[in-house]
């Protein structure tokens, strides 16, 4: 049985962190968030104070991600300092889609993705894992489902940590994000053409990752 690498892509509300992370326990695989790495990054921008692009370059030189799965959650760090939380900050969010669309920041952290991706038997979750990062990978899913789906999980999430939130609001910003994602002029979102489409509208997450595990199993031989 051969270890392969599967690439998962796709937009914002699919379940992909969840997925990936299932997946890859499943199947005995590393598991690589790479929307981490660029929040990673927007983090040590705040930490440093820094802005302008030279002083980014420079940044990028003394940047290191690793990651570690303890009880279930997937623990990133930021050269040695555990920022699981601090990245997931809305601010945060916001840096990190910006400075995600900067070519030299895509280009330094491309070869650092590429490491993660030398060894098989790696899970790597993001916007263009399929296409850009890992275009060989022997399995690529492209996660999906409906704006309504992926606003309704939101919304849960959200009600959850004892916050109320306009549906209606969420399903607009989501279909305005996904316009934004997959017009923009660096590394846009789009499916690769040898992807699987999967939506996983009307799935929960137990079956959406039983697919991807059978998938998996039939390209390792198994
Ligand atoms: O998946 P996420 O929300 O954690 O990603 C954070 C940001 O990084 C998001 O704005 C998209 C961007 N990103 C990217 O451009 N390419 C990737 N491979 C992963 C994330």
Redesign the pocket.
Known sequence: MKKIRVAIDGP?GAG?SSVSRLTAEKLGYSYI????I??ALAVFMGDTGVEEHDKIRELLKNFEVSFKIENGINRVFLNGRDVTTEIRAEKI?MK??SV?AIPFVREALFNMQRKYAEVGGVVME????GTV?MPDAELKIFLTASPEKRAKRRMLEIEAKGLKVDFDELVKEIKERDIK?STRAV?PLKQAEDAVLLDNSDINLEQTVDLIVKYAHEREGK
């Open positions: 914002a992909k968030d790479t929307g981490a660029y929040r969010s990190a889609s995600s993001g916007r263009d894992i990062i994602d590394s």
